[in-house]
């Protein structure tokens, strides 16, 4: 069998249904709870922390701001202001790639701390993202959220992940996230352990299943 490729680095040109399981108790919460976004987000608050979102600013009152949600750089930019300022994560989303929603994505997140995590094997635990994009989202507010955790994160486009794996890399994870490009169907993995999965999916309102 094939094994997947790391890829070659180039410069930058720029709430669902927990399973019935009683939680185990004897594994300690190691989760970054300080890593989150506030119940209600000022758009005109993280501007101030991140110039780029400035010029996308829509003044709704003289105390409120939002932005233009119909404009694909202007959620392109918030969503790497967001990361910045909530997670100290510095990524580029290409405009040719899927812009996810950061909120979305950190409910999962959440949702494994609370209902997955308990469940397994206290000690170093595995995440595997299939078809982890360009944003390499998943293992990234994984690395954040859940320090106890390493992530792999897979992709058939060899474009989307350099990419991943430069956002990785000017962020100093790449010792818990490793990014590999996979266009066999046949590829082993060069993994010792997966403890569980990250979806490929929109997750609001779903219902997860393992």
């Known amino acids: ?4 490729q790391e890829p070659t680095k180039r410069p930058l ?5 927990p399973p019935n399981k009683r939680a185990r108790t004897d594994q300690p919460d190691n989760s970054s709870q300080h890593y989150d976004l506030p119940d209600e987000i000022s758009y ?3 501007a101030d922390k991140y110039d780029e979102l ?7 009152s003289c105390e409120r701001s ?13 969503n790497q202001a967001l990361l910045s300022v909530y997670f100290d994560l510095r990524i580029h989303l ?24 308990p469940e397994l094997t206290p000690g170093p635990l595995t995440g595997l993202d299939i078809g982890t994009g360009a944003s390499c989202i998943y293992p990234l507010l994984g ?5 106890q955790c390493k992530f792999v994160g897979t992709d058939i486009n ?13 962020n100093e994870l790449h010792d818990r996230i490793k990014v590999f490009l996979n266009t066999d169907r046949h590829t082993t993995l060069p993994l010792d352990a997966l403890e569980f999965p990250l979806p490929n999916v929109d997750i609001e309102g779903s219902n997860f299943a393992f």
């Open 1 to 4: 069998m094939s094994q997947p």
């Open 13 to 17: 040109s720029a709430s669902p249904s």
């Open 44 to 46: 005109r608050t993280v």
């Open 54 to 60: 400035k010029p996308y600013l829509v003044l709704e």
């Open 66 to 78: 939002t932005i233009d949600f119909k404009n694909p750089d202007a959620v392109r930019v918030l």
């Open 94 to 117: 290409p405009s040719n790639s899927l812009c996810p929603t950061i909120a979305n994505r950190l409910n999962y997140i959440k949702w494994l701390s609370a209902n997955i995590i």
């Open 143 to 147: 690395a954040r959220y859940l320090p």
């Open 158 to 170: 060899e474009e989307s992940v350099t990419t991943a794996s430069q956002n990785v890399d000017q």
